[in-house]
């Protein structure tokens, strides 16, 4: 089995799951919108197109004639996914899963009108007028994000009138392609966000990994660690929401699906058809397979071993703080901690807060997965990525 697989979009998530790809001999052609993007530098071939731009798509494909297509990011002209899909291209984990995630609006009413799945409660808005008639409505305090974006760009809470303009203004600087729409959502009072890793399959069953508990700051991911305790009533809700709104979007592949937890509570928050960020902690060896290589096996429909926790272990983001080409320093003191180990993406320039590593840590049965945290976060501060 050799299948050629474009990758759209080349970022760390997708460098991962190429490593597991070229594991298994298959061919990849990484595609971002700049050059030397992390995927590229270990993919085949490479290809620098804006994946809005479908024209570029269509000469992609006719170029490279994939088997596969595997979409990294929601940026992408979706309706071309579908074309594809339709010429007999298997679209990852399907053509309405990467139009349906693409637009915030499009998975929450899918969710929350058609599948009935508890969720915050929320309004749209395309215009400054629309957008304080919505927060009337949802009241304050409100979280408020661009129906597009990745990686929580343009998401705010909005805790006063005052606030308004501004969270405004970031939403659109932070929307991705040319829809200019957020939604605001009621803000939940929750305990803690957790990732739900669920892997569709083509004639299996839908499998779950254990809970991975993770902190957002600026709407991004900095820690997270698996397991997190979920009470079982509520990790099997969890369950059956994730089951439900991953048949309904079809295909094969990994899915992240985001939760707020409460303490007697659980609803429903966002869904990525991929990787997701928060998952880089299954590098730390907490589970058979990691979430890059479940993926795979699921593309290709590949058997994939029961899925349950081998030991618990907690990944910390390592963040640029300046501007220009990275230098990397500090791996010697950060690999000298026990259970450590470090990830650098080769992103080719920095800027403030960007990815550009993580830090995993692993430990033994019945450690403390907090405490494995506390762990990551010093091993990834003795470590920088900066001119």
Same mark, same amino acid.
């Given at each position: 089995?050799?299948?050629?697989?474009?990758?759209?979009?080349?970022?760390?998530?997708?460098? %991962?799951?190429?490593?597991?790809?070229?594991?298994?001999?298959?061919?990849?052609?990484?595609?971002?919108?700049?050059?030397?993007?992390?995927?590229?530098?270990? +993919?085949?071939?490479?290809? &620098?197109?804006?994946?809005?731009?479908?024209?570029?798509?269509?000469?992609?494909?006719?170029?490279?004639?994939?088997?596969?297509?595997?979409?990294?990011?929601? +940026?992408?002209? *979706?309706?071309?996914?579908?074309?594809?899909?339709?010429?007999?291209?298997?679209?990852?984990? !399907?053509?309405?899963?990467?139009?349906?995630?693409?637009?915030?609006?499009?998975?929450?009413?899918?969710?929350?009108?058609?599948?009935?799945?508890?969720?915050?409660?929320?309004?749209?808005?395309?215009?400054? %007028?629309?957008?304080?008639?919505?927060?009337?409505?949802?009241?304050?305090?409100?979280?408020?994000?661009?129906?597009?974006?990745? !990686?929580?760009?343009?998401?705010?809470?909005?805790?006063?009138?005052?606030?308004?303009?501004?969270?405004?203004?970031?939403?659109?600087?932070?929307?991705?392609?040319?829809?200019?729409?957020?939604?605001?959502?009621?803000?939940?009072?929750?305990?803690?966000?957790?990732?739900?890793?669920?892997? *569709?399959?083509?004639?299996?069953?839908?499998?779950?990994?254990?809970?991975?508990? $993770?902190?957002? %700051?600026?709407?991004?991911?900095?820690?997270?660690?698996?397991?997190?305790?979920?009470?079982?009533?509520?990790?099997?809700?969890?369950?059956?929401?994730?089951?439900?709104?991953?048949?309904?979007?079809?295909?094969?592949?990994?899915?992240?699906?985001?939760?707020?937890?409460?303490?007697?509570?659980?609803?429903? !928050?966002?869904?990525?058809?991929?990787?997701?960020?928060?998952?880089?902690?299954?590098?730390?060896? *907490?589970?058979?397979?990691?979430?890059?290589?479940? $993926?795979?096996?699921?593309?290709?429909?590949?058997?994939?071993?029961?899925?349950?926790? &081998?030991?618990?272990?907690?990944? +910390?983001?390592?963040?640029?703080?300046?501007?220009?080409?990275?230098?990397?320093?500090?791996?010697?003191?950060?690999?000298?901690?026990?259970? +450590?180990?470090?990830?650098?993406?080769?992103?080719?320039?920095?800027?403030?807060?960007?990815?550009?590593?993580?830090?995993?840590?692993?430990?033994?049965?019945?450690?403390?997965?907090?405490?494995? &945290? %506390?762990?990551?976060?010093?091993?990834?501060?003795?470590?920088?990525?900066?001119?």
């Amino acid at each position: 089995m050799r299948k050629k697989i474009l990758l759209l979009g080349s970022g760390e998530l997708g460098k %991962e799951f190429t490593i597991a790809a070229q594991r298994l001999g298959q061919e990849v052609i990484a595609v971002d919108a700049y050059d030397g993007a992390p995927a590229q530098q270990v +993919a085949h071939a490479r290809e &620098v197109v804006s994946m809005l731009d479908g024209a570029a798509l269509d000469a992609l494909v006719a170029k490279h004639r994939p088997d596969v297509i595997v979409p990294e990011i929601e +940026a992408i002209r *979706t309706e071309r996914l579908q074309a594809y899909e339709a010429q007999g291209v298997q679209v990852v984990p !399907s053509a309405r899963a990467a139009a349906f995630t693409m637009n915030r609006r499009a998975i929450r009413d899918l969710a929350a009108r058609e599948l009935g799945l508890a969720t915050a409660r929320y309004a749209y808005a395309s215009t400054p %007028e629309a957008f304080r008639a919505a927060v009337r409505e949802i009241g304050l305090p409100c979280v408020v994000k661009p129906l597009m974006s990745s !990686s929580g760009k343009g998401q705010s809470v909005v805790r006063a009138e005052g606030d308004l303009e501004g969270a405004w203004a970031y939403a659109m600087s932070g929307t991705r392609g040319d829809l200019r729409e957020v939604i605001v959502e009621e803000f939940i009072p929750f305990e803690s966000e957790i990732t739900l890793l669920t892997v *569709t399959q083509r004639g299996g069953e839908t499998l779950f990994c254990p809970p991975i508990g $993770h902190r957002q %700051e600026r709407g991004d991911y900095q820690e997270s660690w698996q397991p997190h305790p979920v009470p079982a009533p509520l990790l099997e809700e969890a369950r059956r929401m994730a089951g439900a709104v991953t048949r309904a979007l079809g295909g094969a592949g990994i899915f992240g699906v985001e939760f707020f937890l409460g303490k007697d509570r659980i609803w429903f !928050s966002e869904l990525s058809p991929r990787p997701h960020d928060t998952g880089m902690v299954t590098l730390a060896g *907490t589970q058979p397979l990691n979430e890059f290589e479940l $993926h795979l096996r699921a593309v290709l429909g590949l058997p994939i071993p029961p899925i349950a926790l &081998v030991r618990p272990g907690a990944s +910390a983001v390592i963040l640029a703080h300046g501007t220009g080409a990275p230098v990397v320093r500090g791996l010697e003191a950060a690999l000298a901690e026990p259970g +450590a180990d470090v990830r650098i993406f080769g992103k080719p320039a920095l800027r403030p807060h960007r990815r550009m590593g993580v830090a995993l840590v692993s430990g033994a049965p019945g450690d403390d997965p907090r405490a494995l &945290v %506390e762990r990551a976060k010093a091993v990834a501060a003795r470590v920088s990525v900066d001119p």
